[in-house]
């Protein structure tokens, strides 16, 4: 196990994962998704390999929940070469509370998985397996990409003035920092900052 995310906040399950790691950069292959907590959503992404689910800091899917253990299931997750096709299997880890897909519970044996499959950790949290099969949804790297990181700037596009206080657009209420989470607004990031002509 290790913690992705040194340096964040651990306990907040919105957190950003943070920039990739130049010397291997996991793909993400699906997501769990989850009202259980606070009703608004809330995600964590999934990666080829083992995905661990606990309640411990260090677990990959870290769910603050009273009935869910420090390590209480492991998510096995591979993504075909040949196909892309993307294959998963769930192991209750030793767990007190236990661990159910859809309405099977399970031993101590791998379950094979399916995306939309709902993945019960403990007595309260289900969360709903997304996997991502990218080939399948004719989704690929764009060979022109240009990250913002590294190209200069970028021109203007003629009649946008969006650049400019009190233009269409004012950017100072905008969220600059990368992902916003799904909460009820307590982000701190102010609404808007679009005008109304």
């Known amino acids: 196990m290790h913690n992705k995310n040194a340096g964040s906040n651990p306990n907040d399950p919105m957190r950003p994962i943070g ?10 292959v699906g997501f769990l ?13 999934l990666h080829p390999g083992t995905n661990t689910i606990g309640r411990n800091e260090g677990c990959d899917i870290v ?15 591979k993504q075909m070469e ?28 791998y379950f094979q998985c399916e995306s939309g499959n709902i993945l019960r ?15 399948e949804h ?3 790297v764009a060979e022109e990409f240009i990250p913002t990181e590294t190209s200069g700037p970028i021109p203007p596009i003629p009649g946008d ?23 009820d607004g307590t982000s701190g990031f102010n609404a808007g900052g679009t005008q109304f002509l």
């Open 63 to 77: 769910l603050k929940e009273a009935t869910v253990s420090g390590e209480h299931a492991l998510l096995q997750i």
């Open 161 to 183: 003035n969006s650049d400019k206080t009190g233009g269409f657009y004012d950017h100072t209420n905008r969220n600059t920092g990368g992902t916003v989470g799904m909460d």
């Open 121 to 135: 950790i403990g007595k309260n949290y289900s969360l709903l397996l997304i996997l991502i099969n990218a080939k």
């Open 19 to 28: 920039p990739a790691n130049t010397q291997y950069e996991r793909p993400v």
């Open 82 to 109: 040949s196909t892309g096709e993307i294959l998963a299997q769930i192991k209750d880890a030793g767990s007190a509370n236990g661990v159910w897909v859809d309405n099977n519970e399970l031993r101590f044996d």
């Open 138 to 140: 004719g989704l690929s």
């Open 33 to 45: 998704y989850s009202i259980s907590r606070k009703g608004v959503g809330e995600y964590w992404p």
